[in-house]
């Protein structure tokens, strides 16, 4: 086993946090309502809450399992750095983590927008799904409120990462672990504020929503990385699990990289 070229790696990062933002953002902007017209009125067909917590979880499952092995599918600086705290990431890859991340996350904001625009009408101020508190919230959750629900989320999210992807866990399952627990804390917490648990995630669509979002951003830096970090910090004395030598970053076999010998490497495949 060979670890990827960091190139390699934040490709697979790119590629993921872009997923994640335009799969589970773009199910709140385009099917959490639809009102599909009918005789004497209209019949609503929208994925509501259920369905944009179960997008958020999928895009998590289908981008781990596809390129998880690459670069630990992170796809969060929260998660990034709460792994990092648990030594099971290195402090160096961090910055190039989080800026690739969050350009995924951009990326995706952009195309989002780009798409909501071509519907005559659409106003994508407040209609973006961004996260916030207070009067941006949607419930009407306070900004204390929010932080306590960011913080433990987060934390709750990182334990279950740690721990799915321990080698004693069962093997092959992390992902759907994972996913599941992304689509609870969706459950929870999207009328508290929008859920983030992701910086990146919140930044791809924060300046694209505008309303006060921008604003906000800080909340959803501040309170993911703070239980991620306590999550990294904690869960080899809560759970008794210490891999905090294990580097889950992802992995590929040498033969995905080279050409077998006696093969022609500018061969037409």
């Known amino acids: ?19 994640l933002v335009f799969g589970g953002c773009g199910s709140a902007i385009f099917a959490a309502t639809f009102l599909a017209p009918v005789s004497g009125g209209a019949v609503q067909l929208g994925i509501g809450f259920l369905g944009v917590a179960l997008a958020f979880g999928l895009t998590v499952v289908t981008m781990a399992y596809a390129v998880g092995h690459i670069s630990g599918a992170h796809f969060n600086p929260a998660v990034t750095i709460g792994v990092a705290v648990a030594k099971r990431f290195e402090w160096k890859d961090v910055p190039a983590y989080v800026i690739t991340q969050v350009a995924g996350a951009l990326l995706a904001g952009l195309a989002l927008y780009g798409i909501a625009n071509g519907k005559p009408g659409f106003e994508a101020t407040g209609n973006m799904a961004a996260n916030g508190y207070g ?9 204390s409120a929010v932080l306590v629900a960011e913080v433990l989320l987060t934390a709750v ?34 009328p508290i504020s929008n859920t983030s648990v992701n910086p990146a ?11 006060g979002a921008p604003g906000q951003l800080w909340l ?42 006696g093969v022609d490497p500018d061969a037409p495949r």
């Open 1 to 19: 086993m060979t670890t990827p070229t960091m190139p390699q790696r934040l490709g697979a990062e790119f590629l993921g946090t872009f997923w």
């Open 135 to 143: 009067e941006n919230s949607p419930g009407g959750y306070s900004l």
């Open 157 to 190: 999210f990182v334990y279950v990462i740690l721990g799915a992807t321990d080698s004693r866990a069962p093997q092959g399952f992390a992902p759907i672990a994972i996913g599941l627990s992304l689509t609870l804390i969706h459950l929870i917490s999207i």
């Open 201 to 211: 995630r919140s930044t791809g669509v924060a300046f694209f929503n505008g309303a």
């Open 220 to 261: 959803f830096w501040l309170a993911p990385i703070l239980g991620a970090a306590i999550a990294g910090a904690t869960f080899h004395l809560i759970t008794g699990v210490d891999r905090r030598d294990r580097d889950i970053s992802g992995e590929i076999e040498v033969e995905d990289v080279t050409v077998a010998d």
